[in-house]
């Protein structure tokens, strides 16, 4: 057969096609139990990331912590508890996934709540996190808040991101930027909510600082614009169990 | 032809004059970044901090050898007409692998890295070496060839991220140098973190190599 002819071609084509698109698909089935071990580590770590310092401890050590100190329940728009999912199996918060309830309307979806109590005592309360979902500029991104045990004060946040510009706004999940959030409030003094609202732009004036401002990221305008109506968003979706939980702490578990 | 043949007659060593300049030239006086202006991209955009960088280069060197290789032993059997989309092919596919594997094993890594992994694809030196030298070369000359860009274009961007690093943090591979060193107030240069910290780097960096080798664009 000639080299240049139209069937060499396709015929080269096509063999070229099926091989590499083989290679893809085995390297992907054999990689992907190592993938999902990866992908749960780093929820987890993320999780533990809101409320401690995980500096310098490794996978197995993380996932120990993990099991000693989270406990989860799950909520609706209305803050009542669901025990179960809707083809009728028991629902963890670990089981929740985040981003899949994102594409449900808000009166829909559930919402879990992470407990972080001392290691061993579930009675502890010592913070509860909950996730938070939304858009950045070129893709999602998500996150973990903290709030201390009067469901106000914002105790640590973890954020991360899927595809937003590195050094821009992929600093969101950097830990200098996620302790800005640190000591912030949700709520005024009266109980409306106010949520905690990154500024725009950098060095921001000290009195622009108050308890419901963080200092922004210079470049990352739209990152941060997604990132404060997440967070507004997500304690709308929370203050009905926020209410309740901070009414009667002990009725919230 | 005939000096090929001739060549193997004489059993040319694996590495031979001729060929250690396949690997030495892309490093100095060949180097696809400061002389060829190539990958300017992803040098702007990973090196901030080293070990991005390092995971750069090395991803890099893997995705050109393996191409490089893969081109050359079908070199004889690639129709010219498609030869610019099988050699994105061979390269979309090895990227992907790479960060499958990243996904995997380093995903803090795979995490940071992002998008320019991905963009190895359009990283123009492995492309313009597929293009200019392992459609016409044997296998083993093209893995040499390879290994010199692959390595001319790492070395490239850890000079520059080990500035951007140091100057912009004050850390090298994340360990705090001066304060290791006793000097805690050391003022970091905001501006080394942002890409275009990047650029004055890079261009000092060009400058002084084209001084040294006295290149000049015509």
Redesign the interface.
């Known amino acids: 057969m000639q080299q240049q002819s139209n069937t060499y071609v396709i015929i080269f084509s096509v063999i070229t096609t099926i091989v590499l698109g083989g290679m893809l698909a085995m390297a992907n089935q054999f990689l992907k139990p190592r993938q999902q071990k990866s992908i749960e580590l780093d929820t987890k770590r993320q999780i533990l990331n809101a409320v401690t310092d995980l500096k310098g401890k490794k996978g197995k050590e993380i996932l120990d912590l993990y099991n000693q100190t989270i406990d989860g329940i799950v909520i609706d728009i209305n803050g009542k508890n669901i025990e179960d999912s809707e083809n009728g199996t028991a629902i963890t918060a670990d089981k929740v996934d985040v981003a899949r309830n994102y594409k449900k309307p808000p009166e829909e979806r559930a919402y879990p709540v992470f407990i972080y109590h001392k290691q061993g005592d579930t009675e502890a309360v010592e913070s509860y996190i909950i996730p938070v979902y939304g858009n950045g500029l070129w893709g999602n991104i998500w996150g973990y808040v903290a709030l201390d045990t009067d469901l106000n004060t914002v105790k640590g946040a973890s954020f991360d991101h899927d595809s937003e510009t590195p050094g821009l706004g992929a600093r969101i999940s950097s830990s200098d930027v996620e302790g800005r959030f640190k000591g912030k409030k949700l709520f005024d003094e009266s109980g409306h909510l106010k949520s905690v609202i990154m500024l725009k732009g950098e060095r921001n004036p000290e009195n622009m600082l108050d308890i419901h401002h963080v200092d922004g990221l210079s470049g990352a305008t739209l990152t941060v614009n997604g990132l404060n109506s997440m967070l507004q968003n997500y304690f709308e979706y929370y203050s009905a169990f926020i209410k309740k939980a901070s009414k009667n702490k002990v009725a919230a578990l | 032809m005939s000096t090929e043949t001739l060549e193997k007659k004489k059993r040319e060593s694996l590495f031979s004059k001729r060929r250690k300049k396949f690997i030495v030239d892309p490093l100095n006086d060949q180097n696809p970044i400061t002389v060829q202006v190539l990958g300017i991209c992803s040098a702007l ?2 090196t ?1 901090q080293m070990k991005p960088s390092l995971t750069m280069a090395i991803s890099v060197l893997v995705v050109m050898i393996f191409s490089n290789l893969v081109i050359s032993v079908l070199r004889q ?6 030869r610019i ?2 050699q994105l ?2 390269i979309a ?1 090895l990227v ?2 790479v960060s ?2 990243l ?3 380093q ?2 890594m795979y ?6 992994v991905g963009l190895i694809i359009t990283n123009c030196i492995v492309m313009g070496r597929l293009e200019a030298f392992a459609l016409g070369n044997k296998p083993w000359d093209s893995i040499l060839d390879a290994l010199g860009n692959g390595l001319g274009y790492g070395w490239i961007i850890l000079a520059v991220a080990f500035f951007r690093e140091i100057l912009g943090s004050g850390k090298l591979f994340d360990f705090p140098v001066f304060e290791a060193i006793g000097i805690h107030n050391f003022p970091t240069n905001g501006l080394m ?3 275009v910290g990047a650029f004055f780097v890079l261009g000092l960096l060009i400058w002084v190599m084209r001084t040294r080798s006295g290149y000049v664009e015509r």
């Open positions: 955009a990973v901030t059997l690639i129709p010219t007409r498609v989309i099988v092919a061979v596919t992907t692998l499958e594997v996904k995997a094993y995903y803090d995490k940071q890295l992002s998008v320019f973190v942002t890409p």
